[in-house]
């Protein structure tokens, strides 16, 4: 998870603004989508050279481009070129490792998001860096690889479902914030029933690998807090912009996705809450039942050793032991035996051992 | 608790604004009542059919719509249509796991709070999800079950007791946020007589029950401190917000209360701290416990482990040894041996083990 | 402790500003002092009849009405009524457990105080509910029961002693606050003795009942933290208030009782700080104390289980057993024996576990 | 320690502004030095008598008069009549309880710091009140007991050595605070000393009374920051003060102290951290211990126990037991109790507990 | 580590402004490197005469100079004459255990930070200061020893790649920021290699040691925080100064360095929390296997102890024992023995103990 930091360190050196890769690869190829709607129009169009969707930039009409993969420099420095965006936000598009963080240019907003997704073989959670640029009459998306996430958008868009034809890029930019955040919804109840699922484990049969799970499970919620927290700034900070690219009738709905950000939140810290109170609750199982199996050792081991020790003494072989001739010796030490057992068990009890 | 958070994944790729219902139904039927009055007049009118309730919008009397069930798309949708309500607002009344907040939309103020209740059967606090729309001359309130929490608010607007039919529609919106917050009291003295049982079991015979009680104690705390908490922002927004909806004269009951709700979050943080005393006690007597009987299997071992090996020296077969021929060999070996319980018993009783 | 906040909820369900008293009835009967000053003059009255303070409203001299007990109702409706107290201030005065605020009303400024006193039979700390009411010319003081703490002002009026009949009301509300803070010191220094006794408790013989205790006096702390924390602001917001009331004279006076309430404040964070590291070092000492116990159970079973395991050899009855009729054979055997437990001493010793 | 807050309740009940001394008193007179200069002339007194400073108070020149010992009211009072200095700060200056704070009184600026010195024989550090008093031509500087710190200071003032002498008596309280500063460097670094002795102790010899010394220099630590920490708040407001007694040149010598004083708190946390951590490691290397204790007596116990059982077998005493009689019965014997010690040691060594 | 703040105290009683060399002696001798460039031409000087650096302040064009030691009191003192630096900023630059800060003198800003490099022998981390002085056409560093950081950047300037040889010097300035904050990447991505080797370590063989190191690398870690958190205020600083030494263009760039180093103290947070959790997982497992050993010791105890005592029992000499006499007596007994460990075993299985 903290891997991709460490390969930011290649970079050491290099003049800012340098657009070198950073990160792991997730695409082969660089694959753009242009999609230009306005309330009566759409027009869809997939392609691999990046120059066919520089035409759109100059219509009136809302333009989304969406790029998957983030690793080519020249298809980056390229739309960088075309949209006139500043070298540092190409470099921070091309460094996948970027804390979600806005950045108003003036004539165009940026905007960085983690997309997170369920490895379900790894039973880990990934997470990908998704860019945005909103200008005046087009939005750029740059995803690492392509996810299914903007699909339903996509749908709604090429439908005309929904308000999203009738209002701006910035409603659009709206849009594809609001279908990351909601999918961090999928993540959580993912995880959540994990959470369950391992509390009813530690409390019908707690192992070592429960534990090992909870602590998977407790940095897998510390990575995830830190992916979504600081989005909750860069949604505030778009409600509060006071950019010309963001128009008025907008703002309830990044409040609304703001809402949905603190949801997120307070969700995550419910777990990390919850999986706290299971760690204390088997860190306390464990010394319980070492508290269990110490009682059953000290109670058979008080029980016998004084027993055992009477009949060592009736087995020493000293000529003159008048005991050993008794007639009834031998039962009478046995009753003795059975006593001093009995109030040893007596004893026990009355100090709630048993 | 955390169940209905799941189930908000269930929305990810709509539209936003789409009217879905998120969270259990709990009623069967929407139940609609509708109560208009001023100082003079008071009408009231049960009904299931929505339409029944928009002419009092034009009333200049306050109105107050109460809403049971807020799992029918289409009742809320018409009167989000009538009342001029956004569709976001809709749908946040719709998705009952929201967290307690406070949108001023101009014309209206949209308020959503947590009403909490204890089912005795389950032993748990449940959590239902109140929403208020304060508007020019009406009040509509919405909840997912029908509770009698708003019955004496019901009653003294009949009988016209206190302040209530003197003053407008602000007023009622206090009323009804009082009624919640003063709810929570009832929740709290429930919990806190739990909590002070737990602590007496806790001295006089603590078990791995107790433990697990405390656990599901504490959880539940933090469930409600999530609960209450925001709140405090919403009401301390509602006594500062600059909306012509509020009056000034209402200013001071949203401060008082303001103050009953901070009082209720310190209760909340009191508990939660006794709370966390008590786990600590918990392990401390565990390890007390541990200790007590560590200390009489090492006091019991202690003396009999030495003796016995003693009187298995004299159980020896060897043709050569002394000291069973002797007349008082055995006595004197006995007496060694009493000498040497005496010791150690003394030896504990320095240590303070005994 | 938090017992009154339990029976707040005897109130749900009633109008805002229904005057019942919730809490404890610390009086039997409300008794009413009044004390009427100025530079020159001095008159003091008690009665129990509420009307006979009220001629006092009118004279231009600092009246001082103070009453002990706030358990009827009539009472203080009557002076409400009379010095134009708004319900919902009159209702916090009867509920009496109040965290401590400020309400600058205009004509009138509404403060609420927690005083302490330490209950010697039943060791635990007491709080009671003070309220104070500056008027233009006039305080007003509630107290649950009467105290023998703002004896020494009564005193310091009588005799002209200080500032006191040379200045205004908002002088005297000041010294009533300074009364109660002075207090808090006796009541921290009380505490204080205990802990520190605790402590030496701790180090020379620690007992779960030493637990017990800082148990219980932590939690005390809390308690006090929570009674004392919110005078902070309330002193701080009388301070800074914009009100007529205050005059800028007694600013000073206000800053150096705040200063005094953040001594308090620190003193408590002291000991908490104190007692946490006592619960810290009560573990550890029983975990040393149970290391020390396995040390001595190990080293006695470590030693006899092997020497006891070889006289059991050699008190096999098989019939060839040539050592058994060597003629140095016992003696030899019981040499090898005291070699083995010689060395194992030699290697606890290496060991550092004697 | 927190012996000085007790004797603070000695003064409840008392008008405010009384000059009663609280504290230890710790020295036996009053002693009075008066530094008078100008970047021309430079005049010292000794004096016991207060009177005999007054004079200076007309002169244009810079004054410092300098007060060892403050539980004489008398002169504590004469000083405060001859310079007009408020009732309220008279009594802070006796009261040697006082956390840092700045007060600006309008003709004079009123600062209250703790000068903290390591007394070698108590191994403790004490701390020591030191008040100022800034006004317009002078600074009065108040100590409970005489110390040296200050000496460097009248060495530079009578020398004439840097800039002191040319500047006001906002540089001379200045000088004053950073002596003070400068002296926490010097309690540091002996403290440091000690945690690096103790953390050298904790890894070669963990012994209880290295617990101990731990949670003393903890303690400290809190002590330490406690005394610091306001000083910050003192010295940012003195720097940011709007005090015609500041000059602006001045402003950048505050502001190094500032950081200085930044630099003592990091320090003091560090340590704390430090401590903290090695209260877990002395924790963890008890139970490490306890671990090793308990596995030597599970190998021997489980090696010997069983072995002593077989023994035991064939030392009964039944008339027919085949085996007592065969030739090579006791070697036989033999040889599968080796067999049997044997595997368990292989068992105990693949399980690493060897 | 927290060594330099030590060799602070050498200081105390000193006058402010005093050129005293605090901390290790890093470098011989001091040696100045001059680069002096615009956009046309470029001019690169290495000296040990500080002299010889002057003219070049007097030049339009852009001065970089580059000072290595800062023991050199003579060195540092005639630069701050010839550029007139404040003197307590030349003190500032030879205490070389500053917290990054930033200082704005109005003429030029001063900037302090650590510089941080990994020592592999000593395997620590060591810091080391830079500071820098940023005026209106030159910036002057200072390093405590050489280090080859700046290299990559001197390389940039002397080919002209990238921005830096069309921009001034507070460029430069953000350019030498930028290449130390590059630089605790490096650093990172070596303590996060350790982090994940310590992790395998624990999960595969914990021993000691393991603890050891990560209580080292946990210090580390707080270390390094305290070098890097006040960077982020400094440079959050320097982009919304209102100096005109900065200008406009500049500011996107100290917000890319400023998001650097959120990232990197995001990292250094997920570190510690990394480490606290294998903290907790050591010490649990650690307990996990007290638990263990206690449960073999017990069962073997528990098995063989009573059956010890049975064959103790028929080892008694009584003169009238009827069983020892039966036919089958001996064989009886064993299969006695043979039963109670069975169930025995039945009773640990069903315990889940085996």
Redesign the interface.
Known sequence: M?KN??R??R???????SLIHVGEKKAEKTKITVIDYDEQNYQMKETEAVDECFPFKETPTVTWINVDGVHDAEVIGRIGQCFGI?S?ILE?IMTT???P?M?D?GDYIYIVMRMLSYHAKRREVLSEQVSLILGPNFVISFQEAGGDVF???RE?IRTG????RKMGPDYLAY?LI??VV??Y??I??NL??RVEALEEELISDPR?ET??AI?VL??EM??LR?SVWPLREVISGLERAESDLIKDATG??F???Y?HT??VI??IE??R??LS?M?????????????E??????I???I??????V???????????P????????FG??AV?LTIGVLMLFYFRRKK?M
Chains 1, 2, 3, 4, 5 share one sequence.
């Not at 479902?161 to 999203?164: E, I, L, M, N």
């Not at 199996?293 to 000290?298: D, E, F």
């Open positions: 903290a930091t460490h930011r360190s970079k050491a050196g290099l003049p800012p603004g500043h540092l921070d490792a970027q804390r963080k950045e240019m699909d339903p958008l709604r479902k929904g308000r999203v849009s609001d279908a909601d999918n919804f999928l959580l109840e959540g029933e070592r534990l090992h602590h407790k940095r510390i990575y830190k309830i709905f409040r609304d996705v809402d603190i949801q307070d969700t419910t777990y809450d919850m109170g760690l204390d609750m088997y860190l306390s199982s464990v010394s319980n039942r070492m508290n199996v110490m009682k059953v050792l000290t058979i081991a008080t016998f050793i004084p027993l055992t020790f009949a060592g003494v009736y087995g020493m072989n000293f000529k003159f032991m005991e050993l001739g008794w007639r009834w010796g031998y030490i046995l035996m051992w």
